[in-house]
């Protein structure tokens, strides 16, 4: 961000205040609370992608669109394919915008090559993330409710100067998470983004403030009617939700205008009074709010209006509980007192820099010290272990076994001591999988997504593998035994019938004479056919990991191997030395398992990912990165 406002021209106090507004704003900072390191590593490159552009109308020189192939290519690499996506709509807005008045062909050109060049150097992961993608719950269109969910409320506009007014981050009453939703970039970084719009030069504003009003249009997504024509004709819109990440976006160009507003007082060494006397005002009128809020009686109701939007996440009985309450209105006025005072400061710092000029740095550690207060307040630290249920891992450690767990009150708790549930939070779930889930809770297959309320236990887990549930009563954790005993990791089958239809299957798999550890329904006819036997033979699993597992089995009739390990077709069997077989195929199994045909005798097998996708992007990333250097090269001699 530094180095962005230094190639708009901006002197370096004024550009060290851009970089510290934003790295510690509530679109950025209040993602560390969350945990979303995807997250924060994506956006961590937008200013330097929008820089890119600034420094190529600056010099006029192509060569600086290499440093925008550099950035997207790392902004892809960084995992969260959302913000290279936004932050490609904005920086297509801005560069248009920059174009107006100043046409050259060449630089459009160098513009209009940034992005592809970007994708290319990085399409080793991004071909077998399309791949993926095409397996799982996001492959298709979203359903509107679901894409539409996290658009930013309009009443968290007032998070630009309170960012505590609807609670504190860990216990947010506002409407979906204030991670999302906080647009705080400090009450100095707004004061001089106001201060920008309306006293610097046409010429320096008028393209950020059309950007901002833009990214904040996006940002409101479904409180607008124009995410609906969004969603429906523009293609990506249907693909992702929380569309208020516009807002970081929106942020980045709020914190321009206000190093453009600093610096231009540090340029013009004039500060007007009535900007002072508007500072000061602000101030009584941020105490005023304070003060009102602290007194109104309504603020129950403003508290119950955002539950019965059906679009907050914290505990209901939270809202009936009157200390709760007093506490959130007692910290919403603390938030508007706090504001008032920092706009008081800023008052008294502009007063005195008309006397001395230097007293204007003390805008910078105002702002600074503003922010950090902020993230501070969000930045919960903890000893890790507490999160551990320690009964819940020393149950499991003296049950060892290859089994999955079903904990419904926590189910992400499995990552953390490292074994493995059924089911967590996870935005890209295999999408035959989660249709699976979805429907093994009554729900609708055609509407799953990463979202499943457990409401019952199905006999059909066994298949996969649940050993033990898990639930949690008071303080006490209490575990239990499945109803049926998990099936093993690998089992030889020897009857089998094809069912191409996904609802025959499950219609199938219901059937009380259905047997998954006897029978295995396919999608298509297996090739070898089984011979039935009674005894089918042995394997075992010789060796595994998160990217492949190696199988050695001994058959004597040909049957089919029933690996319980979710199917997709990007994964595919690969005979090793030693195999009866020289060709392996992978086929579903149960719409949601692994199944391989066998031959009698002995089999080595590797089960992988071998997909195409990753050694076409390789070469592609290795050729684009071989012609990147080259560029490099020329531009360093010239």
């Known amino acids: 961000m530094f180095f962005w406002m230094k190639q708009r021209g901006l002197s370096a106090p004024a550009s060290f205040f851009a970089g510290t507004l934003v790295m510690f704003c509530g679109a950025f900072f209040s993602h560390v609370f969350a945990g979303h390191l995807p997250q924060l590593s994506a956006m961590t490159w937008s200013p330097l992608i929008l820089c890119s552009i600034d420094a190529v109308f600056r010099t006029q020189r192509a060569r600086w669109s290499l440093l925008g192939m550099f950035a997207i290519a790392m902004q892809t690499l960084a995992g969260f394919p959302q913000y290279v996506f936004y932050t490609g709509i ?185 900007f002072i006397a508007a500072v000061f005002a602000g101030a009584v009128a941020l105490g005023v709010a304070g003060w009102w809020i602290a007194s109104t009686g309504s603020w129950p109701g403003l508290m119950n209006a955002s539950r019965a939007s059906g679009q907050s996440y914290l505990f209901p009985q939270l809202y009936a509980d009157t200390e709760f309450i007093a506490q959130s209105q007692h910290l919403a006025a603390m938030s508007l007192f706090v504001a008032a005072g920092v706009c008081a400061l800023l008052g008294i710092i502009l007063a005195s820099a008309r006397r001395e000029p230097r007293a204007l740095f003390g805008v910078i550690a105002l702002g600074a010290a503003e922010m950090l207060v902020f993230a501070h307040g969000a930045r919960a630290t903890f000893d890790s272990t507490t999160i551990v249920n320690r009964d819940e891992k020393r149950f499991l450690e003296e049950h060892p076994g290859d089994y999955r767990i079903m904990n419904v009150a926590n189910p992400n708790s499995a990552m953390s001591i490292g074994a493995q549930d059924m089911w967590g939070y996870e935005a890209t779930v295999v999408r035959r999988y989660a249709e699976f889930m979805t429907w093994s809770q009554g729900g609708n297959p055609d509407q799953a997504m990463s979202y499943v309320k457990f409401v019952r236990y199905d ?86 990991s998160t990217d492949a597992l190696e199988i050695e089995a001994d058959v004597e009739q040909p049957c089919i191997l029933l690996i319980t390990d979710a199917f997709t077709p990007s994964w595919g069997a690969v005979a090793l030395p030693g195999s009866v077989q020289t060709n392996y195929k992978l086929l579903p199994a149960n719409y949601i398992l692994r199944a391989v045909p066998l031959l009698a005798g002995h089999h080595h097998i590797r089960v992988e990912y071998t997909h195409g996708a990753l050694t076409i992007g390789k070469w592609i990333s290795i050729i684009a990165a071989l012609a990147f250097l080259a560029a490099l090269g020329r531009c360093v001699r010239t």
């Not at 216990?171 to 006293?199: D, K, N």
């Not at 006490?476 to 005993?485: T, Y």
């Not at 089992?491 to 047997?515: E, G, H």
């Not at 298509?524 to 009674?534: A, G, I, L, N, R």
Request: aromatic share 12%; net charge positive; with cysteine.
């Open 459 to 544: 006999p059909l887990f066994a298949m996969l593998r649940l050993g033990y549930v898990l639930g949690q009563r008071g303080n006490q954790l209490e575990i239990g035994d499945a109803s049926e005993a998990p099936m093993s990791h690998l089992q030889l089958v020897s009857s089998y019938r094809v069912l191409p239809d996904r609802n025959a299957i499950f219609d199938a798999l219901r059937s009380t004479t259905f047997d998954p550890a006897r029978e295995v329904i396919l999608e298509s006819e297996p090739e070898p056919k089984p011979v039935p036997s009674e005894s089918a033979g042995a394997a075992r699993i010789v060796a595994g």
């Open 90 to 274: 904005i920086a297509g807005l801005y560069a248009t915008l920059r174009l107006i008045g100043h046409w050259n062909w060449r630089i459009a050109a160098a513009l209009l090559s940034t992005y592809p060049a970007g994708v290319l150097l990085a399409a080793a992961q991004l071909l077998p993330a399309i791949q993926t993608t095409r397996e799982t719950t996001r492959g298709f269109r979203l359903p509107f409710q679901f894409a539409s969910m996290l658009s930013l409320p309009p009443e968290n506009f007032v998070t630009l100067l309170s960012p505590d007014l609807f609670g504190h981050i860990a216990r947010y009453w506002g409407r979906w998470y204030l991670w999302e939703t906080s647009l705080f970039i400090g009450v100095a970084g707004l004061v001089f983004a106001i201060y920008a719009i309306i006293r610097c030069e046409r010429g320096t504003k008028w393209r950020p403030v059309i950007v901002i009003f833009v990214a904040f249009l996006l940002a409101l997504g479904a409180n607008t009617p124009l995410f609906g024509f969004l969603y429906t004709w523009v293609p990506g819109f249907d693909r992702f939700r929380s569309i208020s990440k516009f807002s970081f976006l929106a942020s980045l160009f709020l914190c321009l205008l206000a190093a453009s507003g600093l610096n231009r007082l540090f340029r013009e060494k004039r500060i007007e009074i009535p």
